[in-house]
Antibody
Framework: EVQLLESGGDLVQPGGSLRLSCAVS????????MSWVRQAPGKGLEWVSG????????DYADSVKGRFTISRDNSNNRLSLQMNSLSAEDTALYYC??????????????WGQGTLVTVSS | QSALTQPASVSGSPGQSITLTCTGA?????????VSWYQQVPGTAPKLIIF???KRPSGVSDRFSGSKSDNTASLTISGLQAEDDADYYC??????????FGGGTKLTVL
């Protein structure tokens, strides 16, 4: 059974930093691209960042470029998102998602339950 | 990176067929065969129901079908059922290598 378990969400002050993690199981992690998708309270979905299966290629939404860094540890089946210079606009439920293909086609067949990031003073 | 355009809400009666639309540009929807659709019941994670414009993942009902014409993708749900009451989001690969989502359509089954 595929499982994606996010952690690291918290209440943080504007300008602060946070690191999200996603522990995966049930599939060969190193065979698939991964992404983070977020959803602000009561709002729609927003793709945040993606990473290729070997970590060599990364992509970011304009809204987070230069502030967020995605990475992966294929030895430990873990995906991470380092978030810096956070603002209220980053408040959202952050989902760890698995690409359905080995390439970065950005079509997601498995989603975690999400971890909540709240940016507020 | 502008979001794709979806109608905010659509409604239909059980047994009816309805079509949800998703409008983008040549640089995203119109330029690639990488349109996906997701169903989200409030309080739960989204579920992939269509990928590559027309394909259904294993286990997804064949009442769901996808298509595309120029810069507009469509999701048709036939034989509407109460369980289809949910939010639906489209997404498309974009020329910049990023992914765009639509704003979502709330489907109400009357």
């Amino acid at each position: 059974e595929v499982q994606l378990l996010e952690s690291g969400g918290d209440l943080v002050q504007p300008g602060g930093s946070l690191r999200l993690s996603c522990a995966v199981s049930g599939f060969t992690f190193s065979d698939y691209a991964m992404s983070w998708v977020r959803q602000a309270p009561g709002k729609g979905l927003e793709w945040v960042s993606g990473i290729s299966k070997n970590g060599a290629k990364t992509d970011y939404a304009d809204s987070v470029k230069g502030r967020f860094t995605i990475s992966r540890d294929n030895s430990n089946n873990r995906l991470s998102l380092q978030m810096n210079s956070l603002s209220a606009e980053d408040t959202a439920l952050y989902y760890c998602v698995k690409d359905r293909a080995t390439a970065m086609v950005k079509s997601f067949d498995y989603w975690g339950q999400g971890t909540l990031v709240t940016v507020s003073s | 990176q502008s979001a794709l355009t979806q109608p905010a809400s659509v409604s239909g009666s059980p047994g009816q067929s309805i079509t949800l639309t998703c409008t983008g540009a040549r640089s995203d929807v119109g330029g690639y065969e990488f349109v996906s659709w997701y169903q989200q019941v409030p309080g739960t994670a989204p579920k992939l129901i269509i990928f590559d414009v027309t394909k259904r993942p294993s286990g997804v009902s064949d009442r769901f079908s996808g298509s595309k014409s120029d810069n507009t993708a469509s999701l048709t749900i036939s034989g509407l059922q109460a369980e289809d009451d949910a939010d639906y989001y489209c997404s498309s690969y974009s020329h910049s290598g990023t992914l765009l989502f639509g704003g979502g359509t709330k489907l109400t089954v009357l």
